[in-house]
């Protein structure tokens, strides 16, 4: 455990950060599993307006710091093939 008092903050933050952040990857996983659960019932129309969604969620998850800014590219930009 940490001795020094700014390395206890530091640990306090880091785990709050961690939190934080694991909140932010679970919206995104959920957003992603919601879209791909529509399109395996074939219904396209619902699937596009859920991707600005799922987006919207990558971006956040990117913003952050949780994803990398590529990482969620790469998944927005296979995602947005799946519907067309």
Not at 11 to 29: C, D, G, H, S
Request: no cysteine; charged share 45%.
């Amino acid at each position: 455990m940490a001795i020094k008092k700014s390395a206890k903050k530091a640990a306090k933050r880091a785990l709050k950060n961690y939190e934080v952040n694991l909140q932010f990857k679970i919206a995104m996983r959920k957003a992603v599993k919601e879209y791909k659960k529509v399109l395996e019932a074939g219904e396209k129309d619902k699937a596009k307006e859920l991707l600005s969604r799922v987006y919207k969620a990558i971006d956040k998850a990117a913003k952050r710091g949780v994803i990398k800014k590529q990482t969620a590219a790469r998944k927005k930009s296979r995602l947005a093939k799946k519907v067309a």
